[in-house]
């Protein structure tokens, strides 16, 4: 089994990779877009995944220069994209995925490469020198009625549900390219309260919006209190899976309960369509605990020709942290003179 570069993205590629059982929202066509928008520096490149002169899948990944690094992201940290990877069957012998992997790095000129699917196994990446950075994500199983994914949730959840429906809270489903800015603004609250400034800027939610809405992967919330917008949440989604992107919510409102009324929205959403799972991307979290459901392993892999990179790498990881700190610090004091 190999791994062979093609010369640019094929013309049926959401064709192609939706023969394959891995395939997540985050191959497709429309979030590659949204990549390639947000990092228009980085290039996206397209490998077939051969053995026997058979074809047996397909891998993109995000190539970045960082230095004298040759990045390749498949998916790239901090873009949002929760999972990319190889994209092949379940079936798939691992041990020849695995070696043919840690060949392709050997025989590119990548420095460092990061991969997130469900479908590789972590024994034959590891066998085969591949680094686990072992992480959970909240998963809601959706495979009943409404009524179902209602008792699911923990008393706690349904009353605040109930006090804003009491509330009056109203639910819009809406294509509007403001809501990424109404988000946005939420958004910057929401860091302000925790001392930091936005990781990103408001380019980045539009982009979302502008790529995904039309291919119809994504659903947009808002919650409105007596015509004023309380809360936002953007919520992308395939056939298999809806992911908890991003949401926010004046803290002024925190009181009418509209954080709540909005996950149970998108449970709702989800199942009037069939998917079966809500994944609410991280885990370790009392309030998505209310929801039901439990973390699993979410595991990232990486392996690297440039000794001390997983070191280089936790270092760069703490230091934008701490970068945000210290500019949501100066911004604070700022505000305050």
Same mark, same amino acid.
């Given at each position: ?30 979030? $590659?877009? +949204?990549?390639?928008?947000? #990092? %228009? ?10 053995? !026997? /002169? ?71 990446? $590891?066998? +085969?020198?591949?680094?686990? #950075? %072992? ?10 009625? !409404? /009524? ?29 390219l403001s809501l990424a800015d109404e988000y946005y603004e939420q958004f910057i609250e929401v860091y302000g309260k925790q001392g930091m400034i936005t ?139």
């Open positions: 089994m190999e791994i062979v570069p093609l010369e640019k993205k094929p013309a049926d590629w959401d064709e192609e990779i939706s023969k394959f059982d891995s395939k997540t929202l985050f191959h497709e066509t429309p979030w $590659l877009e +949204h990549i390639q928008s947000i #990092h %228009p520096k980085g290039r996206l490149r397209f490998f077939e995944i051969i053995e !026997e /002169g058979r074809r047996q899948g397909y891998l993109c990944a995000l190539h970045v220069r960082k230095a004298v690094l040759n990045i390749y992201g498949s998916p790239l940290g901090g873009t949002g994209t929760n999972y990319m990877g190889p994209v092949v069957n379940r079936d798939i012998d691992q041990n020849s995925l695995a070696h043919a992997l840690r060949t392709f790095t050997k025989r590119s000129p990548l420095t460092h490469l990061e991969l997130t699917n469900d479908v590789l196994e972590t024994e034959k990446m $590891l066998s +085969h020198g591949f680094e686990l #950075h %072992p992480g959970v994500t909240h998963m809601l199983e959706l495979s009943g009625n !409404e /009524g179902d994914a209602w008792s699911q949730l923990k008393s706690v959840c349904r009353n605040r549900i109930r006090k804003a429906e009491k509330n009056q809270l109203e639910v819009e489903v809406t294509e509007d990781p990103f800027g408001p380019e980045r939610p539009r982009s979302l919006m502008q790529c995904l809405v039309p291919a119809k992967r994504i659903l947009p919330l808002r919650i409105i209190h007596q015509g004023e917008t309380v809360a936002t949440g953007l919520f992308p989604y395939d056939e298999n899976s809806i992911y908890f992107w991003g949401a926010a919510s004046w803290l002024g409102h925190h009181k009418l309960c509209p954080n709540e009324l909005l996950h149970w929205e998108v449970i709702k959403f989800a199942i009037s369509r069939s998917i079966p799972r809500y994944n609410m991307c991280g885990g370790t979290s009392q309030f998505k605990d209310k929801f039901g459901g439990s973390d699993v392993p979410y595991n990232h892999y990486s392996i690297s020709s440039v000794p001390m990179m997983k070191q280089a790498r936790t270092l760069y990881s703490k230091a934008h942290f701490l970068k945000l700190q210290a500019l949501g610090l100066f911004k604070t004091r700022g505000i305050k003179k």
